[in-house]
T-cell receptor, first 114, second 111 residues
Framework: DVKVTQSSRYLVKRTGEKVFLECVQD?????MFWYRQDPGLGLRLIYF???????EKGDIPEGYSVSREKKERFSLILESASTNQTSMYLC?????????????FGPGTRLTVL | DQQVKQNSPSLSVQEGRISILNCDYT??????FLWYKKYPAEGPTFLIS?????DKNEDGRFTVFLNKSAKHLSLHIVPSQPGDSAVYFC??????????FGTGTSLTVIP
């Protein structure tokens, strides 16, 4: 059974804290993605990675960074959390070959920044 | 700028009737489209997809239609069931394997 797991389902942090969100997939996927989901805005891509140590900015990378040291793990980092980063964060992975276009999502992390 | 749009934030349908969810896109280079379904407190799950070389793809109760000239796709669910109540996102695959998602439509199927 394919699986994408995220380190926390719920997280509460204070403004200015450094926050790490971890994502692990067990499908040997090349591509991994971080999205945030907000009401009325849908899923917006923050960063993605198509290989180890590779990263590409998505639509809203400001205030975020990422790390991919191993193929199965993709971390999202909030260097200094702010209240406008309160959101649902979703990690996803997919194969690189275009015939395998389905993305598999983790359950999400609900982050609240106070 | 939103390249994939779902203009209806919500939709209510009676059980047994047809649900039609719509999606519009602006980038003519998109060549693969997907629909995802999302229940509360869960990640989205893949539902059905369509390549731009087709205009229809069917999987059980779910059919996706693509109108390339209008840059429009739709998801038909027939018959609708209460378990179909969820948020539905359409997505388009762009260059570099980047996915562009719509804002979602919340479907409620009334028993």
């Amino acid at each position: 059974d394919v699986k994408v797991t995220q380190s926390s389902r719920y997280l509460v942090k204070r403004t200015g804290e450094k926050v790490f969100l971890e994502c692990v997939q067990d499908m040997d996927h090349e591509n991994m993605f971080w999205y945030r989901q907000d009401p009325g805005l849908g899923l917006r891509l923050i960063y993605f990675s198509y290989d180890v140590k590779m990263k590409e900015k998505g639509d809203i990378p400001e205030g975020y960074s990422v790390s991919r040291e191993k193929k199965e793990r993709f971390s999202l980092i909030l260097e200094s959390a702010s209240t406008n980063q309160t959101s649902m964060y979703l990690c996803a992975s997919s194969y690189s070959h275009r015939k395998w276009n389905e993305q598999f999502f983790g359950p999400g992390t609900r982050l609240t920044v106070l | 700028d939103q390249q994939v749009k779902q203009n209806s934030p919500s939709l209510s349908v009676q059980e047994g009737r047809i649900s039609i969810l719509n999606c519009d896109y602006t980038n003519s280079m998109f060549d693969y489209f997907l629909w995802y379904k999302k229940y509360p407190a869960e990640g989205p799950t893949f539902l059905i997809s369509i390549s731009s070389i087709k205009d229809k793809n069917e999987d059980g109760r779910f059919t996706v239609f693509l109108n390339k000239s209008a840059k429009h796709l739709s998801l038909h669910i027939v018959p609708s069931q209460p378990g179909d109540s969820a948020v539905y996102f359409c997505a388009a695959l762009g260059a570099g394997n980047q996915f562009y998602f719509g804002t979602g439509t919340s479907l409620t199927v009334i028993p």
